[in-house]
């Protein structure tokens, strides 16, 4: 089964920690309302800012409950988590995507045969 949480998580090489539902990822799940509206203003934000450029515009489809690591940290319009309760997931570089590229590139390269030509010396008349 491909999801884009999944292929997320793949591209940026942090699987199956993150986009699997399995033992040992973290457990992040979003219970949606399709048919719910909601009114966009900056103080139902959470952000610093005090201004939205979307002021007023109405939405549709909203989320209720979020569950992150298995704990509800948003539901009811709250947001109920505690200041440094997040965790920095480490990103190593270089996932499979890249895999071959070195090769797929150098392969390229020497298909095209282009002569490169460099002059040596070229004098530059003053105006």
Request: avoid cysteine; glycine fraction near 8%; charged fraction near 20%.
């Amino acid at each position: 089964m491909s999801s884009p949480e999944l292929m997320n998580a793949q591209i940026f090489n942090i699987y199956p920690r993150k986009g699997a539902i399995l033992p040992n990822s973290d457990a992040d799940i979003i219970i949606l309302n399709p048919n719910a509206t909601f009114q966009i203003t900056a103080k139902s934000h959470h952000s610093k800012m005090d201004t939205n450029v979307y002021e007023g515009w109405v939405g549709k489809g909203k989320v209720e409950v979020t569950i992150s690591r298995g704990k509800v940290v948003w539901e009811h319009d709250r947001l109920m988590i505690e200041q440094g309760s997040g965790k920095y997931i480490s990103m190593p570089p270089f996932g499979y995507l890249f895999d071959g590229i070195d090769k797929i590139d150098s392969t390229y390269l020497s298909s095209l045969k282009a002569p490169v030509y460099r002059e040596v010396n070229v004098e530059v008349n003053p105006v």
